[in-house]
Every structure is written in structure tokens, then in C-alpha cells.
């Protein structure tokens, strides 16, 4: 496959553009506020529910909402990448990922007041598509690109991304804060659009660079089948990574600093909103000047990362 492909480029990063839009909206600015006040039992719109036999408060609720989320995906990705590597099915993939997270984004267009069950597991489903698209989009990078262009075409990416997502909520602000130009809608319907809105933007702006990306090479024929060999390809990366020190230690520091990363994400609306009581409308202004901030700081650190070389002095190496 050709390198450097101006076109294959553009096209890698647009995936950016379509899917980030769930990390603002979803992740990050109004579900995280919606959430609290519509999963309640009804009639008495108590916060205490009845979940799985459970009774927790609805905060809760959405706290293990994420972190099953993560573990779904700590799970089936290994699996799922190594048999895209063994079929050579990359994209197919990564578009199920895709669809399994924008469809969820849409379904939470139903979920109304009371119907915490649905409003819990399409977000929980929307997290597990966001991030298996994740990495198989990030794993096209090294295909597509030479080493000397990942830092720029990464800044791209995440720019792209940080522009796409503002976009979007900045309409979505308009219905939450001003309900009366959309014909005076109530602020749970202009909630609820909004999520409908996310779902429909990644869907569609993901096709572009589906139609683009190439397909992967698939490995030579093998006995046994697809999910057979899948497996084996698990078994053999667990094998090699045992001799990859530097490796080892690197994943081990990036799930404590992805762990504190995704926290930070998924519940400092929710801390903002509950815990500090702070106003709607200014919680969701202050994470849209944080991408606003962003979109420079992306290109700061590619250019910054092409300068330094920072010895990972603390790790022993």
C-alpha cells in the first residue's frame, strides 16, 4: 500500500472530525447533565433506582455505566484486533465499532424521563463504539503514513476533531439555552436532539473515510478458522510482548495515565453539576473554550514532540 497518499491522508483524519463529536457532547457537556435528572423512578422521581436488583443512586448508575463500558472494551478488543489482523478485515471492523456507537448515540433520542434502563445501556454501548473505533482507526496510522508524518497527521486529527465536536455543540447550546427559536421545545427534548444529532453526524461523516481507507492485507491461509487463528494471534503478541521491557512498562504507564484521562472526561461534568452545583449553561461553556484551547495545543505538542526526545528516566531505562 502507498504512503504519504494525500488523499488516504485527509480522509484518515476526517474519521476524527465524524466521531469526536461523541466524546463532547456524550462524554463530556450535556449528557453527563441530562443524565442525573431523567434517571429517575417515576412516578416519585426518586434518584435512588431500582438497577439490576440494586438499589443505587442514579450518579452511581452512571459511574459503572462507564467502567463496564471499559471493561467490555479492555475484553474484545484484543480479540476483535487480532482477528482483523488474521482476515485482513481492518475496516469491517472498524465500522462495526462505529455503528455500534452511533447507533447507541441515537437511541438515547428515547430516553426519557424514568427510562433509565435504556438511557444507561445505549451510553454504555456508545462507549464501547467510540473506543473500539478508536483503535483501529489509530492502528491504519503506521499503514497509511511514514514515521515522519504521524505527528502533524495526528495533530490534523485531533484539530479536525476538536473543530467537528465544537461545531456540533454549538448548535446543540442553541436549543438547550435558547428552546424558544426551535419553537420552544423543552430543554429534555432539546437534550435529547442533541444526542440524536451526535449519532447522525458520526454515521455520516464516517463515510468518507470508510469509502477511502484501503483494506489490510490479511495473513497467509492458515488451518483452522477465523476465530481460531484469532486467538492464535493473541497468543502470539502475548508471547513477544514478554520480551518487550521498554513495551511493558510503557502500556503499564499509559493505563494509569489513560485511567486518570477518562475519569476526568466522563465525570467532571458530573462533579461540576452535582457536587460544586454549578450552573448548566456555564459548565458547558467552560468545556467548549477547553477545545477551543485545544485545537492549537494539538499542533504546539506535534511540534514540540519533533524537537524533544524525553528519556524515560524515571521507569530505569
Not at 466524546?23 to 450535556?30: F, N
Not at 470508510?210 to 488451518?223: H, N
Not at 492464535?232 to 510503557?250: I, N
Request: hydrophobic share 50%.
Amino acid at each position: 500500500m502507498q504512503k504519504n497518499n494525500p488523499k488516504v491522508l485527509n480522509a484518515w483524519a476526517m474519521y476524527d472530525w465524524a466521531n469526536s463529536v461523541h466524546s463532547l457532547t456524550i462524554t463530556s457537556a450535556i449528557f453527563p447533565i441530562y443524565f442525573p435528572a431523567a434517571a429517575v423512578m417515576m412516578p416519585s422521581k426518586s434518584t435512588k433506582l431500582d438497577f439490576l436488583g440494586l438499589q443505587l443512586e442514579n450518579t452511581v448508575v452512571y459511574s459503572y455505566a462507564v467502567s463496564i463500558g471499559f471493561l467490555l472494551l479492555a475484553f474484545s478488543v484484543p480479540f476483535t484486533s487480532a482477528i482483523s489482523d488474521f482476515t485482513g478485515k481492518k475496516k469491517a471492523f472498524l465500522k462495526l465499532y462505529c455503528y455500534l456507537g452511533s447507533l447507541s448515540c441515537m437511541l438515547l433520542y428515547f430516553f426519557e424521563e424514568g427510562r433509565y434502563y435504556l438511557g444507561t445501556f445505549a451510553f454504555l454501548f456508545s462507549i464501547v463504539g467510540w473506543g473500539g473505533s478508536i483503535v483501529f482507526y489509530n492502528s491504519y496510522l503506521p499503514e497509511i503514513a511514514t514515521e515522519d508524518r504521524f505527528d502533524n497527521l495526528s495533530a490534523k486529527g485531533f484539530s479536525l476533531g476538536y473543530i467537528g465536536s465544537v461545531i456540533l455543540l454549538l448548535q446543540n447550546l442553541t436549543m438547550v439555552l435558547k428552546p424558544e427559536w426551535y419553537g420552544g421545545i423543552t430543554s429534555g427534548q432539546a437534550s435529547r436532539i442533541s444526542f440524536l444529532s451526535v449519532g447522525i453526524w458520526w454515521i455520516i461523516f464516517a463515510q468518507i473515510p470508510f469509502s477511502i481507507l484501503p483494506e489490510t492485507k490479511k495473513e497467509k491461509k492458515k488451518e483452522g478458522g477465523w476465530i481460531f487463528n484469532g486467538f492464535r494471534e493473541l497468543k502470539k503478541v502475548f508471547h513477544e510482548l514478554q520480551g518487550l521491557e521498554f513495551t511493558k512498562k510503557f502500556l503499564l504507564a499509559f493505563f494509569f495515565y489513560n485511567m486518570a484521562a477518562q475519569t476526568v472526561m466522563y465525570l467532571g461534568a458530573l462533579f461540576g453539576s452535582e457536587e460544586l452545583h454549578l450552573p448548566d449553561d456555564a459548565l458547558i461553556i467552560t468545556i467548549l473554550l477547553i477545545q477551543l484551547v485545544a485545537i492549537p495545543g494539538a499542533y504546539l505538542f506535534a511540534k514540540i514532540s519533533k524537537k524533544l526526545v524525553i528519556q524515560p528516566l524515571f521507569l530505569g531505562l
